[in-house]
T-cell receptor, first 114, second 110 residues
Protein backbone atom coordinates (compact mmCIF):
# COMPACT_ATOMS: atom_id res chain seq x y z
CA UNK A 1 0.00 0.00 0.00
CA UNK A 2 1.07 3.53 -0.71
CA UNK A 3 2.07 5.46 2.39
CA UNK A 4 2.02 9.25 2.35
CA UNK A 5 3.27 10.70 5.60
CA UNK A 6 2.85 14.28 6.72
CA UNK A 7 5.20 15.28 9.48
CA UNK A 8 2.67 16.93 11.80
CA UNK A 9 -1.04 16.36 12.45
CA UNK A 10 -1.45 19.67 14.28
CA UNK A 11 0.69 22.80 14.17
CA UNK A 12 0.31 26.21 15.77
CA UNK A 13 2.44 29.10 14.53
CA UNK A 14 2.48 32.88 14.84
CA UNK A 15 1.82 35.52 12.20
CA UNK A 16 4.98 36.35 10.27
CA UNK A 17 6.75 33.06 10.99
CA UNK A 18 8.23 30.94 8.22
CA UNK A 19 6.45 27.59 8.31
CA UNK A 20 7.52 24.30 6.76
CA UNK A 21 5.11 21.44 6.12
CA UNK A 22 6.78 18.18 5.14
CA UNK A 23 5.43 15.28 3.13
CA UNK A 24 7.09 11.97 2.29
CA UNK A 25 5.84 9.13 0.08
CA UNK A 26 7.34 5.65 -0.02
CA UNK A 27 6.22 4.34 -3.43
CA UNK A 28 8.57 6.09 -5.84
CA UNK A 29 5.73 8.24 -7.18
CA UNK A 30 6.65 10.92 -9.66
CA UNK A 31 3.82 13.34 -8.91
CA UNK A 32 3.23 15.12 -5.63
CA UNK A 33 0.60 17.69 -4.69
CA UNK A 34 -0.25 20.15 -1.92
CA UNK A 35 -3.86 21.14 -1.26
CA UNK A 36 -5.61 23.17 1.35
CA UNK A 37 -9.08 22.26 2.52
CA UNK A 38 -11.55 24.78 3.91
CA UNK A 39 -15.22 24.20 4.82
CA UNK A 40 -17.53 24.66 1.84
CA UNK A 41 -14.62 25.15 -0.58
CA UNK A 42 -13.46 21.57 -1.01
CA UNK A 43 -9.82 20.98 -1.94
CA UNK A 44 -7.84 23.72 -3.63
CA UNK A 45 -4.54 22.95 -5.30
CA UNK A 46 -1.63 25.09 -4.11
CA UNK A 47 1.39 23.60 -5.92
CA UNK A 48 2.35 20.34 -7.55
CA UNK A 49 5.46 18.68 -8.88
CA UNK A 50 6.05 16.10 -11.63
CA UNK A 51 9.67 15.40 -10.83
CA UNK A 52 12.60 16.32 -8.64
CA UNK A 53 13.35 20.04 -8.70
CA UNK A 54 10.23 20.70 -10.78
CA UNK A 55 7.24 22.63 -9.52
CA UNK A 56 4.06 24.00 -11.02
CA UNK A 57 1.64 26.54 -9.59
CA UNK A 58 -1.81 25.34 -8.75
CA UNK A 59 -4.91 27.46 -8.31
CA UNK A 60 -3.89 29.36 -5.16
CA UNK A 61 -0.07 29.63 -4.98
CA UNK A 62 0.09 33.13 -3.47
CA UNK A 63 1.86 33.19 -0.13
CA UNK A 64 3.32 29.71 -0.59
CA UNK A 65 6.39 28.10 -2.11
CA UNK A 66 7.53 24.48 -2.42
CA UNK A 67 10.69 22.44 -2.54
CA UNK A 68 11.32 19.05 -4.08
CA UNK A 69 15.00 18.18 -3.65
CA UNK A 70 14.37 14.42 -3.47
CA UNK A 71 11.75 12.37 -5.26
CA UNK A 72 10.09 11.13 -2.09
CA UNK A 73 9.82 14.46 -0.30
CA UNK A 74 7.72 17.53 -1.11
CA UNK A 75 7.78 20.49 1.24
CA UNK A 76 5.30 23.34 1.44
CA UNK A 77 6.64 26.64 2.75
CA UNK A 78 4.66 29.56 4.09
CA UNK A 79 7.14 32.39 3.69
CA UNK A 80 5.46 34.71 6.19
CA UNK A 81 2.43 33.06 7.77
CA UNK A 82 -0.82 34.99 7.96
CA UNK A 83 -4.07 34.21 9.76
CA UNK A 84 -5.88 33.52 6.47
CA UNK A 85 -3.55 30.57 5.98
CA UNK A 86 -5.14 28.76 8.92
CA UNK A 87 -6.44 25.61 7.28
CA UNK A 88 -6.15 21.87 6.81
CA UNK A 89 -3.26 21.04 4.46
CA UNK A 90 -3.26 17.79 2.53
CA UNK A 91 -0.40 16.23 0.63
CA UNK A 92 -0.96 13.64 -2.11
CA UNK A 93 1.08 11.63 -4.58
CA UNK A 94 0.40 9.68 -7.77
CA UNK A 95 2.53 7.40 -9.90
CA UNK A 96 2.86 9.21 -13.23
CA UNK A 97 0.93 11.58 -15.47
CA UNK A 98 -1.87 10.11 -17.57
CA UNK A 99 -3.94 6.93 -17.37
CA UNK A 100 -5.62 5.74 -14.19
CA UNK A 101 -3.60 7.59 -11.64
CA UNK A 102 -5.52 8.11 -8.44
CA UNK A 103 -3.92 10.34 -5.89
CA UNK A 104 -3.03 8.92 -2.50
CA UNK A 105 -3.35 11.25 0.46
CA UNK A 106 -1.65 11.77 3.78
CA UNK A 107 -3.64 12.31 6.97
CA UNK A 108 -3.39 16.08 6.76
CA UNK A 109 -1.85 18.83 8.88
CA UNK A 110 -4.23 21.16 10.68
CA UNK A 111 -2.36 24.47 10.82
CA UNK A 112 -3.42 27.36 13.01
CA UNK A 113 -1.81 30.77 12.59
CA UNK A 114 -2.29 33.03 15.61
CA UNK B 1 -15.33 26.39 -16.15
CA UNK B 2 -13.53 23.74 -14.15
CA UNK B 3 -16.16 23.26 -11.46
CA UNK B 4 -17.17 19.83 -10.24
CA UNK B 5 -20.47 20.20 -8.39
CA UNK B 6 -21.87 18.20 -5.50
CA UNK B 7 -24.66 18.83 -3.05
CA UNK B 8 -23.21 19.67 0.35
CA UNK B 9 -25.25 17.50 2.70
CA UNK B 10 -27.20 14.25 2.77
CA UNK B 11 -28.91 12.61 5.73
CA UNK B 12 -30.17 9.02 5.73
CA UNK B 13 -31.27 6.41 8.24
CA UNK B 14 -29.15 3.40 9.02
CA UNK B 15 -30.02 0.53 6.66
CA UNK B 16 -31.31 2.81 3.89
CA UNK B 17 -29.48 3.40 0.61
CA UNK B 18 -27.55 6.64 0.11
CA UNK B 19 -27.10 8.25 -3.28
CA UNK B 20 -24.49 11.00 -3.67
CA UNK B 21 -24.54 12.92 -6.93
CA UNK B 22 -21.87 14.79 -8.83
CA UNK B 23 -21.69 16.71 -12.10
CA UNK B 24 -18.40 17.30 -13.86
CA UNK B 25 -17.33 19.47 -16.74
CA UNK B 26 -14.65 17.89 -18.90
CA UNK B 27 -16.01 15.35 -21.39
CA UNK B 28 -12.46 14.18 -22.08
CA UNK B 29 -11.92 13.04 -18.47
CA UNK B 30 -10.90 9.40 -18.66
CA UNK B 31 -11.28 8.45 -15.01
CA UNK B 32 -13.67 9.61 -12.31
CA UNK B 33 -13.02 8.92 -8.65
CA UNK B 34 -14.86 8.78 -5.36
CA UNK B 35 -12.95 9.53 -2.17
CA UNK B 36 -14.08 9.27 1.47
CA UNK B 37 -12.82 11.53 4.25
CA UNK B 38 -13.48 10.59 7.86
CA UNK B 39 -13.21 13.27 10.56
CA UNK B 40 -9.66 14.50 11.09
CA UNK B 41 -8.22 12.27 8.38
CA UNK B 42 -7.00 12.51 4.81
CA UNK B 43 -8.87 11.30 1.73
CA UNK B 44 -9.20 7.59 1.12
CA UNK B 45 -9.79 6.30 -2.41
CA UNK B 46 -13.10 4.40 -2.43
CA UNK B 47 -13.61 3.51 -6.06
CA UNK B 48 -13.20 4.79 -9.59
CA UNK B 49 -14.82 4.32 -12.98
CA UNK B 50 -13.35 4.50 -16.45
CA UNK B 51 -15.21 6.80 -18.80
CA UNK B 52 -16.22 4.03 -21.24
CA UNK B 53 -18.20 2.28 -18.48
CA UNK B 54 -21.77 3.02 -17.39
CA UNK B 55 -21.70 1.22 -14.08
CA UNK B 56 -19.29 -0.32 -11.64
CA UNK B 57 -20.23 -2.34 -8.56
CA UNK B 58 -17.96 -3.07 -5.63
CA UNK B 59 -19.67 -4.76 -2.67
CA UNK B 60 -22.04 -2.16 -1.19
CA UNK B 61 -20.90 0.56 -3.59
CA UNK B 62 -22.38 1.19 -7.04
CA UNK B 63 -21.07 3.91 -9.31
CA UNK B 64 -23.24 5.11 -12.19
CA UNK B 65 -21.89 7.27 -14.99
CA UNK B 66 -24.02 9.20 -17.47
CA UNK B 67 -21.44 10.59 -19.85
CA UNK B 68 -23.95 12.48 -21.97
CA UNK B 69 -25.10 14.51 -18.97
CA UNK B 70 -21.67 14.45 -17.29
CA UNK B 71 -23.34 13.04 -14.19
CA UNK B 72 -21.76 10.64 -11.72
CA UNK B 73 -23.38 9.03 -8.71
CA UNK B 74 -22.30 6.86 -5.81
CA UNK B 75 -24.85 4.57 -4.24
CA UNK B 76 -24.12 3.01 -0.85
CA UNK B 77 -26.42 0.10 -0.04
CA UNK B 78 -27.41 -0.71 3.55
CA UNK B 79 -25.78 2.47 4.87
CA UNK B 80 -24.09 2.09 8.27
CA UNK B 81 -23.08 4.66 10.88
CA UNK B 82 -19.47 4.00 9.88
CA UNK B 83 -20.27 5.40 6.45
CA UNK B 84 -20.73 8.88 7.98
CA UNK B 85 -18.05 10.99 6.31
CA UNK B 86 -17.44 13.54 3.59
CA UNK B 87 -17.48 12.10 0.07
CA UNK B 88 -15.61 13.78 -2.79
CA UNK B 89 -15.93 13.11 -6.47
CA UNK B 90 -13.01 14.01 -8.71
CA UNK B 91 -12.35 14.03 -12.44
CA UNK B 92 -8.96 13.32 -13.96
CA UNK B 93 -7.03 15.50 -16.38
CA UNK B 94 -4.19 14.51 -18.71
CA UNK B 95 -1.90 16.72 -16.66
CA UNK B 96 -2.19 14.29 -13.76
CA UNK B 97 -4.29 16.78 -11.84
CA UNK B 98 -7.61 15.85 -10.28
CA UNK B 99 -10.44 18.35 -10.06
CA UNK B 100 -12.44 17.83 -6.87
CA UNK B 101 -15.99 18.72 -5.95
CA UNK B 102 -16.74 20.54 -2.70
CA UNK B 103 -17.60 17.30 -0.91
CA UNK B 104 -20.93 15.88 0.33
CA UNK B 105 -21.29 15.34 4.06
CA UNK B 106 -23.19 12.11 4.67
CA UNK B 107 -24.93 11.87 8.03
CA UNK B 108 -26.26 8.44 9.00
CA UNK B 109 -28.86 8.43 11.74
CA UNK B 110 -29.30 5.28 13.87
Amino acid sequence: DVKVTQSSRYLVKRTGEKVFLECVQDMDHENMFWYRQDPGLGLRLIYFSYDVKMKEKGDIPEGYSVSREKKERFSLILESASTNQTSMYLCASSLVKGGNQPQHFGDGTRLSIL
Amino acid sequence: GEDVEQSLFLSVREGDSSVINCTYTDSSSTYLYWYKQEPGAGLQLLTYIFSNMDMKQDQRLTVLLNKKDKHLSLRIADTQTGDSAIYFCAESRNTGKLIFGQGTTLQVKP
